[in-house]
C-alpha cells in the first residue's frame, strides 16, 4: 500500500512563483535554536526564505513554486531535533493581528502628538511666569491645536468607536467617558485659544490619549498572543488522517481536507482523528478520552468511533460521518449548548468600575459648573472648570489599571505552563474557591506507565522492551518506552492479536498475552490491581509478568496537599468504575469521590455546589467533561485533552506534572489582589486631585503632572505580578 | 524670536520624520516577534557564505 503526505491544504502562493508555508515548531525556545533551524532549512537549495518567529513558535518558508516538497522541511527540522507541524492561520487570528498593528499605530500617532504638543507647552508654561507676549503664547497654541486635533482623530479611534458602539446600543462603557473627556477638552481649548486665554488642555487631552492606548494595546496583545498559542495548539496536535484516495492507496492528509464519507485506515496505536462507523476490520479501542472509562471496548462492524479514540490491535477502516449523526456526541453537545447558554455573563471587573465611574464622574462635573454659577461666576468660568474635573478624573489610571496586570500575569503564567483561553479567566480562577478533577487522563497520566518494573530483573526488562519495538501495541510501547530500548529485536515477528515473538541466540522470546507466553499461572500470584492491563514475557522457560497501567501524574499527591493548604475543597468526578476511582482517591487522600458519573451527573453536582455559593474550578480532560468545563465558574484542560474539552476550558498547562493547577492558582490570586490595589490607587488619587479641579485651580501643568504620575504608579504596581511566587508544592 | 521661525519647524519635522520611520517599521514587520528580535541583537553573526577572498 503506497503512503504519501498530502500538505497542498497548508500551502498558498505568496505571488511570482513563491509559495509560502507556516509551520508550528515544538521546542525553540533559545537564540540558538533560531540561528540552527534557519541555517539548517536555507541550506536547502531554492528556499527563498526561512524565519523563526520566537514569540509564536513558527517558521515562515518559501521557496520557488514547483521545486519543493513541503514534506522536506518537516523531516529537514526533525533531523535537527525538532517536531514541526503544518499550521493553518484562522481567520480571527489574521484579525487579532490586524487589531494589534492598528493601536500600535494609534499609539505611535498618539505618542509622536504628545511629545510635540509638549514641547509646545512648557514654553508656555514657563512663559506664563515670566516674560512671554499675549501673541507668542496665542502662536504656540494654535500650533498645539495643529498637532493634536489631527492626532487625537486618529489615535482616539478605538474609544470614539466603541463608545459610539455603546451608546447607540443605549448602553455605556469606559470609553464613553473617555470620548466626552477627550472632545470636551479639545473643544474647550480651541475656543480658549480663540480668546487668548492662558490655558489650553491640547497637552492633556493627547498625553490621556496616549496612556490609554498603551492599556488598550496590552489588552489586545495579549489576547492575540493567546490565539497564536491556540492555533499553535491546534497544529501541534497534528491532527491528520489516512485517507484512502484509491482502492489501494492512502494519503495522509489534514483533518480540515476530509469530508463525510471518505473512508480512513485506523492502523494499530493511532488515535482516532475523526467521528465515524467502522467498516472493517476488527480491534479494541480506548475510548477513555471520550468517556473516562479506562477498560478497552471491542470495535468491529458497525461500531461507533469518536475523535480522540486510541486504537489498540487491529487495523480498522472507518467511514467518516458528520459530527451530528454519532449519538454520544450528539447528547455531548447539547450538553455542553445548554452549559454555555446558561453560563451567565461574568461582570469584569473593569466593567464594574466603570458602570460606578462614569455616573459618579459626570455628575461632579456638572454639580461643579451649577456650583460655581451659583456662586456668581461667569458661565464661561464654570464651563472650563467642569471640563477641568473631567479631564482630570479621566480614567487613565483606571484604563492601565487592569490590562497591565493581565498582560505581566499572564506572561508569568506562560512561562509555569499555563495558557490562557479567555482574557478574564484570571479573575474567575483568583475566585475558585473548590475544585472538581477527573480521575482518567487528568490525576493520571494519558500514557501508559508499567507499575512492577522494579521487580523484574534489569537485563530481562530491557530484553522485553527490545523485542516491543516490534509492536504497535499501546501497552507494548509503554514497555518499550519504560525500558529505554532504542535497537529492535531482529527477526521479530508479530502475531495479530497475540504478541510478538523472535529468536535470539537460539532462545525463544515471547511478549504479548499471558496465554501467549504460557504465563497464565503466574497471574493471580503477582497481579491484584483490578485496572492494569496484564502483558506476558517469556525467555525460553523462564516467564514473567508485567503490569501495564495509567499511573497517576509525578506529582499529583504533593498538588492535592498544595491546594489543601490553601484551603481550597476538592473531590473527585469521574466516569470510570468504581474500583479504579477508589484507588486514586485513596492514594491521593481525598475523601470526597465519584465514580460512574455521567456528563450529566456532572453538571448536576457542580449547580449544586453554585447554589451553596462555591466557585467551582473543573480540572477535566475527557470529551465528557466538556459540558462540565462550561459549566463550572472556572475551567481547565491538560494538553492531552479531547478537542472539545481544551476549546471550552478557559486555561491549558502543558506537560506531564500537575503542578500548574497550582501555580496557576496562586498567580491569578495575587493578580486579581494587584488589580484591586491597582483600582484604589486610580481612586485614592482622584479622591486627592478632584477637590483641586473643583476649587478651579487645574492648571495644565498640574493636570499633566497629576495624570502621568498616577499612570506611572499604576504601571510600576502592575510590575509586582511578574515575580514568582515560592516554590509552588 | 525670529529664531522660533526656523526652530519650531524643524523640531515639527524631526519628530514627523521619527513618526514615518516608526510606522515604515511597524509596516515592515519589525514588531511581530519581540522575543526573537531581542535574541537576534546578542546572537552571533552568520558564518560568510562565500569564502572571503580579501584579508
Redesign the interface.
Known amino acids: 500500500m503506497q503512503v504519501t503526505r498530502d500538505f497542498s491544504h497548508y500551502v498558498r502562493e505568496a505571488g511570482e512563483g513563491v509559495q509560502h508555508i507556516d509551520l508550528a515548531v515544538e521546542g525553540v525556545h533559545?537564540?540558538g535554536c533560531?540561528?540552527k533551524i534557519e541555517?539548517g532549512l536555507s541550506a536547502i537549495p531554492d528556499v527563498t526564505l526561512a524565519r523563526?518567529?520566537?514569540?509564536?513558535r513558527r517558521v515562515a518558508l518559501e521557496w520557488k513554486a514547483g521545486t519543493l516538497d513541503p514534506g522536506r522541511f518537516i523531516d529537514r527540522l526533525e533531523e535537527l531535533g525538532y517536531k514541526a507541524y503544518p499550521f493553518e492561520t484562522e481567520s480571527a487570528e489574521v484579525a487579532e493581528v490586524a487589531e494589534s498593528?492598528f493601536l500600535?499605530?494609534c499609539l505611535?500617532?498618539a505618542a509622536?502628538a504628545t511629545?510635540?504638543v509638549m514641547?509646545?507647552s512648557i514654553p508656555v508654561w514657563s512663559g506664563n511666569v515670566s516674560d512671554m507676549l499675549p501673541e507668542?503664547r496665542d502662536f504656540f497654541h494654535w500650533?498645539s491645536a495643529l498637532?493634536a486635533l489631527p492626532a487625537a482623530a486618529y489615535a482616539g479611534q478605538p474609544f470614539f468607536r466603541s463608545a459610539w458602539r455603546a451608546l447607540s446600543a443605549k448602553t455605556t462603557n469606559m470609553d464613553v467617558p473617555i470620548s466626552i473627556g477627550v472632545i470636551l477638552a479639545l473643544g474647550m481649548s480651541v475656543v480658549e485659544t480663540f480668546h487668548h486665554a492662558e490655558h489650553a488642555y491640547f497637552d492633556a487631552a493627547i498625553m490621556l490619549l496616549t496612556f490609554l492606548l498603551v492599556g488598550r494595546f496590552l489588552d489586545q496583545n495579549m489576547r492575540r498572543r493567546t490565539r497564536a498559542v491556540a492555533g499553535n495548539l491546534a497544529a501541534l496536535k497534528a491532527e491528520t488522517a489516512a485517507k484512502f484516495v484509491g482502492p489501494d492507496e492512502i494519503s495522509q492528509v489534514p483533518v480540515a481536507a476530509i469530508n463525510p464519507g471518505d473512508i480512513v485506515l485506523l492502523r494499530p496505536g493511532e488515535r482516532c482523528a475523526v467521528d465515524g462507523t467502522v467498516i472493517e476490520g476488527r480491534s479494541e479501542i480506548d475510548q477513555s478520552l471520550i468517556t473516562g472509562e479506562t477498560l478497552y471496548v471491542t470495535a468491529e462492524q458497525g461500531t461507533a468511533v469518536y475523535a480522540g479514540s486510541m486504537n489498540i490491535s487491529g487495523t480498522l477502516r472507518v467511514r467518516v460521518s458528520a459530527a451530528s449523526e454519532a449519538t454520544l456526541l450528539a447528547e455531548i453537545t447539547r450538553l455542553l449548548d445548554n452549559a454555555l447558554q446558561a453560563r451567565s455573563r461574568y461582570m469584569r471587573l473593569a466593567d464594574r468600575a466603570s458602570r460606578l465611574y462614569a455616573p459618579v464622574v459626570h455628575a461632579t462635573a456638572l454639580l461643579t459648573i451649577l456650583g460655581w454659577v451659583i456662586a456668581g461666576a461667569a458661565w464661561h468660568d464654570a464651563i472650563v472648570t467642569g471640563v477641568a474635573v473631567l479631564i482630570i478624573t479621566c480614567p487613565c489610571a483606571l484604563g492601565l489599571a487592569i490590562p497591565t496586570v493581565q498582560t505581566i500575569a499572564s506572561g508569568a503564567m506562560f512561562k509555569s505552563g499555563v495558557l490562557l483561553n479567555s482574557g478574564d479567566a484570571i479573575e474567575r480562577l483568583a475566585e475558585a474557591d473548590h475544585v472538581i478533577f477527573d480521575k482518567t487522563g487528568t490525576l493520571t497520566l494519558p500514557d501508559l506507565e508499567v507499575m512492577n518494573a522494579a521487580s523484574i530483573p534489569a537485563d530481562i526488562f530491557e530484553l522485553a522492551g527490545r523485542l516491543a519495538l516490534s509492536s504497535h501495541h499501546p501497552v507494548a510501547a509503554a514497555v518499550a518506552q519504560a525500558a529505554g530500548a532504542k535497537s529492535p529485536v531482529v527477526g521479530a515477528i508479530e502475531e495479530a492479536g497475540q504478541g510478538v515473538r523472535a529468536t535470539v541466540d537460539g532462545v525463544e522470546l515471547r511478549l504479548g498475552r499471558p496465554s501467549f507466553c504460557g504465563a497464565e499461572a503466574l497471574i493471580g500470584s503477582t497481579i491484584v490491581d483490578p485496572e492494569a492491563s496484564i502483558v506476558a514475557f517469556s525467555r525460553g522457560s523462564d516467564r514473567f509478568v508485567l503490569s501495564v497501567r495509567q499511573g497517576l501524574r509525578p506529582d499529583a499527591q504533593a498538588v492535592i496537599a498544595a491546594l489543601k493548604a490553601r484551603n481550597v475543597g476538592i473531590e473527585i468526578l469521574s466516569g470510570d468504575r468504581e474500583p479504579a476511582v477508589k484507588a486514586a482517591a485513596k492514594a491521593l487522600e481525598i475523601p470526597e469521590w465519584r465514580a460512574g458519573v455521567t456528563p450529566a451527573d456532572k453538571i448536576a453536582r457542580i449547580e449544586q455546589l453554585k447554589q451553596r455559593g462555591a466557585k467551582v474550578l473543573m480540572v477535566g480532560d475527557g470529551m465528557n467533561d466538556a459540558p462540565s468545563l462550561a459549566a463550572a465558574h472556572v475551567s481547565m484542560s491538560p494538553i492531552s485533552a479531547a478537542h472539545l474539552s481544551q476549546a471550552t476550558a478557559d486555561l491549558v498547562f502543558l506537560g506531564r506534572p500537575l503542578a500548574p493547577v497550582v501555580a496557576a492558582i496562586d498567580a491569578s490570586r495575587k493578580a486579581l489582589h494587584l488589580m484591586r490595589q491597582n483600582l484604589w490607587l486610580a481612586i485614592g488619587y482622584n479622591v486627592l486631585a478632584v477637590p483641586v479641579a473643583i476649587s478651579g485651580v487645574v492648571t495644565p501643568l498640574i493636570a499633566a503632572a497629576a495624570m502621568s504620575g498616577s499612570s506611572i504608579l499604576v504601571m510600576l504596581n502592575s510590575l509586582r505580578a511578574r515575580t514568582s511566587s515560592r516554590e509552588i508544592v | 524670536m525670529e529664531i522660533l521661525v526656523i526652530l519650531v519647524p524643524l523640531a515639527l519635522m524631526l519628530g514627523g520624520a521619527g513618526l514615518v520611520a516608526f510606522l515604515w517599521s511597524l509596516r515592515s514587520g519589525q514588531y511581530d516577534d519581540l522575543d526573537g528580535a531581542a535574541w537576534r541583537a546578542i546572537a552571533d553573526d552568520e558564518p560568510p557564505q562565500e569564502a572571503p577572498a580579501k584579508r
Open positions: 533559545c537564540a533560531m540561528a541555517r523563526v518567529n520566537l514569540t509564536d498593528r500600535l499605530r505611535g500617532v509622536f511629545m510635540n514641547m509646545l507668542q500650533l498637532i
